[in-house]
């Protein structure tokens, strides 16, 4: 049981790339979020799928667009990366119980020069 | 709009003293409240949620609607509760979007 698998792990990009972050779940979970972490900013989330088929803005959309491909995958695209995109980008879904209780990839570090 | 907020960006505590991780929320629904932690070099993780009322790793954290608070409290700090620590808000309900704070990192002094 892999749980969330993100890839890749680490990336850097120049400015003006583009570049897609792909996440899968194995757990059956309807929901799913894209977080960036930066320090002192703490957690913000990027956008989320409440389902398959559905994707919402959260706190800090510009930038990035997403695709809930199906139930498993979940992925954000960076179109013109900038640096104030470098960051830490974590994958979290959510069961499908109602409790909101997230489980995390593992992060993928994101350098943009 | 859903806000959660933790005031101390670090907290340094001596091994065996109590600790208190603040976490102030602003929300005018019913909101479900967790702590999640980040441990070094591993994968953030539910540490606890309010709903379920338990202790876990000697932690509690009571909802106190009134104050608006969700603080993370321990009577003995342990080295390994040294990480970050993170408080966060979504609506009742699933399929719900989850705010976090901005962490505190906890910092346990042998």
């Known amino acids: ?113 | 709009a859903q806000r959660v907020t933790q005031p101390e960006k670090l907290l340094s505590v001596f091994k065996g003293a109590p600790v208190e991780l603040k976490c102030n929320y602003s929300y005018s629904g019913s909101p479900e409240l967790f702590w999640y932690v980040q441990y070094s070099r591993q994968r953030l993780q539910l540490l606890l949620r309010h709903i379920s009322r338990e202790s876990i790793k000697g932690f509690t954290a009571d909802l106190n609607k009134g104050e608006t608070s969700f603080h993370l409290k321990k009577p003995f700090a342990q080295e390994e509760d040294s990480a970050m620590y993170y408080c966060a808000l979504s609506r009742s309900g699933g399929y719900q979007k989850v705010t976090f704070g901005t962490g505190t990192k906890l910092q346990v002094i042998p």
């Open chain 1, 1 to 113: 049981n892999a749980g969330v698998t993100q890839t890749p792990k680490f990336q850097v990009l120049k400015t003006g790339q583009s570049m897609t972050l792909q996440c899968a779940q194995d757990m059956n979970h309807n929901s799913m979020y894209w977080y960036r972490q930066d320090p002192g900013m703490g957690l913000r989330l990027i956008y989320y799928s409440a389902s398959e088929g559905t994707t919402d803005k959260g706190e800090v959309p510009n930038g990035y667009n997403v695709s809930r491909l199906n139930k498993r995958e979940f992925s954000l695209r960076l179109e013109s990366a900038a640096p104030s995109q470098t960051s830490v980008y974590f994958c979290a879904s959510s069961d499908p119980t109602g409790a909101n209780v997230l489980t995390f990839g593992a992060g993928s570090r994101l350098t943009v020069l």
